[in-house]
């Protein structure tokens, strides 16, 4: 955890119950907010790619409102999960604010339905 650093990793599945797009878009700003105030340093999303038509739309509409968010400065990147590899310099920047990442089941696998997210 180097320096003291809080490294906490939290995961969020914005699938579950089926949720229409925008209801899913207000979860992950709840998600965001409710994250930083227990001190994580990165939010991990599960939202699908799109195989039932559904999570494709919940994928493409979080990663743009993220964009905006970062943009924003109200977070600091997000990292889609087909380029979390330990290849991707933004990956491996990644890790220095949140070791847990390190650890995350999906590193390299090139998962594109989930998304991670640096507070």
């Known amino acids: 955890m180097g320096g003291g ?20 878009i207000k979860r992950l700003t709840f998600e ?6 227990l001190g994580c340093t990165a939010l991990k999303i599960i939202h699908g790619y799109g195989s039932s038509g559904t999570g494709g739309r ?10 905006r968010l970062k943009g924003q400065g109200t977070i600091r990147d ?3 999960g087909e380029k979390f590899s330990i290849f991707e310099e933004d990956t491996r ?20 339905g989930v998304t991670f997210i640096l507070l």
Do not use: M, W
Not at 98 to 105: G, I, S, V
């Open 5 to 24: 650093k809080a490294s906490l990793l939290r995961e969020v599945n914005l699938e579950a119950g089926l949720p229409y797009v925008d209801q899913a």
């Open 32 to 37: 965001i907010h409710h994250s930083r105030k």
């Open 58 to 67: 919940i994928r493409t509409e979080s990663r743009k409102y993220l964009a």
């Open 78 to 80: 997000f990292l889609p």
């Open 93 to 112: 920047r990644a890790f220095t604010r949140c070791d847990d990442l390190r650890r995350d089941r999906d590193l390299d696998r090139h998962n594109n």
